[in-house]
T-cell receptor, first 112, second 113 residues
Framework: DVKVTQSSRYLVKRTGEKVFLECVQD?????MFWYRQDPGLGLRLIYF???????EKGDIPEGYSVSREKKERFSLILESASTNQTSMYLC???????????FGSGTRLTVV | AQTVTQSQPEMSVQEAETVTLSCTYD???????LFWYKQPPSRQMILVIR??????QNATENRFSVNFQKAAKSFSLKISDSQLGDAAMYFC??????????FGTGTRLKVLA
């Protein structure tokens, strides 16, 4: 069974901390994505990557960065966490638009 | 800009009844794909059904079917014989020339016993 695994389901961090959210997929997908999900706003794209070491900004990249050193792993980094980054973060991967995304289980991040 | 609109924040349906969730989108592209995703309380987003824009036939997956109206840019999801396990957030999504998806704001479906 193919999987996208997010390392944490719940995280609580303090304002100003550097936060790492990890995502690993075992499907050999080239394309990986980070979204944040907020009530009433749906899913908004933060960053995505088409290949190793490649990254592109999504719609709301401010305050975030990413790293993709290996094909299977795509990390989202909050350089200095703020309370307005409290949200659900979803990782997804795909090998083609025909098949749709495979999502991870999500990480609910609370910044206090 | 491409947009996806789900105008129903919340819907309710009696068990065993049929419900239709609405989705409209806006694009100037002619080649694209549309999806419905389900997000149960456990949070794992699951692909329910997909539709290729070039196909006129509406997609069907068991109790789930779509009404795809390309000219009207409408893509509604019909759930027949609703079950308690259908209770979830449902998201409509669109993708065209890239692998980036645009999602709607979601519809929360409640199934009443």
């Amino acid at each position: 069974d193919v999987k996208v695994t997010q390392s944490s389901r719940y995280l609580v961090k303090r304002t100003g901390e550097k936060v790492f959210l990890e995502c690993v997929q075992d499907m050999d997908h080239e394309n990986m994505f980070w979204y944040r999900q907020d009530p009433g706003l749906g899913l908004r794209l933060i960053y995505f990557s088409y290949d190793v070491k490649m990254k592109e900004k999504g719609d709301i990249p401010e305050g975030y960065s990413v790293s993709r050193e290996k094909k299977e792993r795509f990390s989202l980094i909050l350089e200095s966490a703020s309370t307005n980054q409290t949200s659900m973060y979803l990782c997804a991967s795909t090998d083609g638009r025909v098949y749709g995304y495979t999502f991870g289980s999500g990480t609910r991040l609370t910044v206090v | 800009a491409q947009t996806v609109t789900q105008s129903q924040p919340e819907m309710s349906v009696q068990e065993a009844e049929t419900v239709t969730l609405s989705c409209t989108y806006d694009t100037s592209e002619s080649d694209y794909y549309l999806f419905w995703y389900k997000q149960p309380p456990s949070r794992q987003m699951i692909l329910v059904i997909r539709q290729e824009a070039y196909k006129q036939q509406n997609a069907t997956e068991n109790r789930f079917s779509v009404n795809f109206q390309k000219a009207a840019k409408s893509f509604s999801l019909k759930i027949s014989d609703s079950q308690l396990g259908d209770a979830a957030m449902y998201f409509c999504a669109f993708t065209s020339g890239t692998y980036k998806y645009i999602f709607g704001t979601g519809t929360r479906l409640k199934v009443l016993a």
